[in-house]
């Protein structure tokens, strides 16, 4: 297990490491260099980002299921806050660079397309996650935390699905992202039946480990 | 005689536990750090921006310029050839530019058949000759929600179907693309049922706005964007717009397109651009035009794409609701 030394660097380099997508846009955007539809590369950067850092986030329980490594779930909350962050930018964009504030077709857009829809359920659950991600909500909620944060695996699935039913025909991209989060969640399926290594994640260790 | 050797290693100089346990453990960090800096950089490169740098073609020597589009702000000419769907070079929008210039488009011919009087064959070099090329400034409106302004170099369909002679069976064209797996990657993949096919009624074939483009800017049509010949028919959907054909072929039934056998609930024979009939899965009211930047609104799609005054009367007394 590193020292609480080492653990500050690891979280300071992985802060870093989870700007590079955003520094990434904002380099290509200040070279005018962002492709033919700029908009939706923004857009779709921004959900990726969002996902690949949601599916890290999801990876930190079954690493410790699998190797017994518990250290890294200190670095979940940090890791579940970005996802929020990119998944507020990828809002930001639809509402604002796509469509411009334009209510009534957003609303109708949400309304009545599926994969607009469960993206938006994704993105609106996940707040009361950011919300209450700090220690005294946790104290404050007690068991009922746990309970509230176990929405992110139906985020996930919802996440995926905003992905695969957008696609037009060609769903290899999204099929391996719904993958990963079958096999994330299927290694915590697995360990839950009984006569294997139960969960051992009370609340009371998780305070712990959170800190 | 007993000889004593001195030990290798001094007791000062070993390592402690903590120590060595403390280094595995960092090298165990340190290939964490690794695999995650490895995942972000493979992500990174796996989402580059469409950027080719595309060469320019050979300049085409006679042509005409037309009215058509003559107000239109042009679509710049690195973004027409650099955001292509060209699912036979690669699914994303880079694919093509970066892929097609494994097609050979010469010696290149087209096979004419069905009902026609005679079946026959033409080649490239005939066809630029069968009538005087003309500049056709089009807009053109994908189903994906996008848009773009071209210059396209071309003849009237028309004139070809004059020139082929089809019999009075036919009531439908179909057009027929390649799908040659060695010199198009995609087709290796079945993402679609190759080869790529397309179709028109016989009134629409024959409309004047319909044309067969040889070439974009004034110059030879790049592959990326349908070589040496594609179909342009400005009024529908960007997907009608069959590239690289290889066969014309008229019919008395309604062909069965690439795009109807892949998803028969969204998208239909017809797909005439039309705002208030959406994808299932998408609005179609509005569209972005490719070449704003990342601050220009998005802009109203009109219906048959602008170009109702020469098209809506085919399509008379026909629910486009369900004629999607």
Redesign the interface.
């Given at each position: 297990?590193?020292?609480k030394k080492?653990i500050a660097w690891?979280k300071a380099?992985?802060f870093i490491?989870a700007l590079?997508?955003l520094a990434?846009l904002f380099w290509?955007?200040f070279r005018d260099?962002?492709?033919?539809?700029?908009?939706?590369?923004?857009e779709?950067?921004t959900g990726?980002?969002a996902l690949?850092i949601l599916l890290v986030t999801l990876s930190m329980t079954p690493i410790r299921l699998l190797t017994g490594m518990a250290w890294q779930i200190q670095l979940r909350r940090m890791m579940g806050l970005f996802m929020y962050f990119y998944a507020c930018l990828h809002f930001t964009t639809y509402i604002w660079?796509?469509?411009?504030f334009a209510w009534s077709?957003i609303t109708?857009?949400i309304a009545?397309?599926?994969?607009?829809l469960v993206g938006f359920t994704a993105f609106v659950l996940t707040t009361p996650l950011a919300i209450t991600s700090n220690r005294a909500a946790m104290l404050r909620l007690g068991p009922n935390w746990k309970r509230l944060h176990s929405l992110v695996y139906l985020i996930g699935i919802l996440a995926v699905l905003h992905f695969l039913?957008?696609v037009?025909?060609?769903i290899r991209e999204p099929l391996i992202y719904a993958l990963i989060l079958a096999l994330l969640l299927g290694i915590r399926l697995y360990y839950r039946k009984p006569g294997n290594k139960s969960q051992q994640a009370v609340p009371k260790a998780q305070l712990n480990q959170q800190r | 005689m007993l000889i004593r050797k001195k030990p290798d290693v001094v007791a000062s100089e070993i390592t402690p536990r903590e120590v060595y346990e403390n280094r595995r453990e960092f090298l165990k960090l340190a290939g964490f750090g690794l695999a995650a800096g490895a995942a972000v950089a493979t992500g990174l490169l796996s989402t580059r921006v469409e950027a080719a740098e595309v060469k320019h073609g050979r300049k085409i020597d006679h042509f005409s310029k037309t009215r058509y589009g003559a107000e239109e702000k042009l679509t710049p000419y690195q973004d027409v050839t650099t955001y292509n769907t060209f699912y036979e070079f690669g699914t994303s929008k880079s694919d093509p530019s970066y892929n097609a210039d494994s097609l050979k488009t010469r010696p290149w011919t087209v096979s004419i058949e069905g009902d026609v009087k005679k079946p026959k064959t033409i080649s490239i070099e005939e066809l630029y000759k069968i009538a005087p090329l003309e500049e056709r400034i089009y807009r053109m409106r994908c189903v994906e929600g996008w848009s773009m302004v071209i210059p396209w170099v071309g003849l009237p369909l028309s004139k070809l179907i004059n020139w082929a002679e089809p019999t009075a069976n036919a009531k439908y064209v179909e057009f027929i693309s390649l799908a040659d797996p060695m010199q198009m990657p995609g087709v290796r993949v079945p993402i679609l049922d190759w080869p790529y096919v397309e179709g028109l009624r016989m009134d629409e074939a024959m409309n004047p706005l319909t044309i067969l483009a040889v070439g974009l800017y004034g110059e030879v049509l790049p592959n990326q964007n349908g070589a040496p010949l594609r179909l342009v028919v400005p009024w529908k959907y960007g997907f009608k717009g069959a590239k690289s054909i290889v066969k014309i072929r008229f019919t008395d039934k309604m062909p069965q397109t690439a795009w109807m056998k892949a998803a028969p609930d969204e998208y239909g024979f017809y797909a005439n651009v039309n705002p208030q009939v959406d994808h299932p899965r998408w609005s179609q009211a509005t569209e972005r035009r490719i070449g704003g930047g990342l601050f220009t609104p998005r802009i109203k799609t009109q219906m048959f794409n602008g170009y109702a005054e020469q098209v809506a009367q085919l399509y008379t007394g026909m629910d486009l609701r369900k004629n999607f």
């Open positions: 297990m590193p020292s080492q690891i380099g992985l490491a590079i997508p990434r290509l955007g260099d962002l492709g033919a539809n700029p908009v939706q590369f923004v779709h950067q990726l980002w690949i660079l796509d469509h411009w077709e109708k857009d009545k397309h599926p994969y607009v039913w957008l037009k025909k060609d | -």
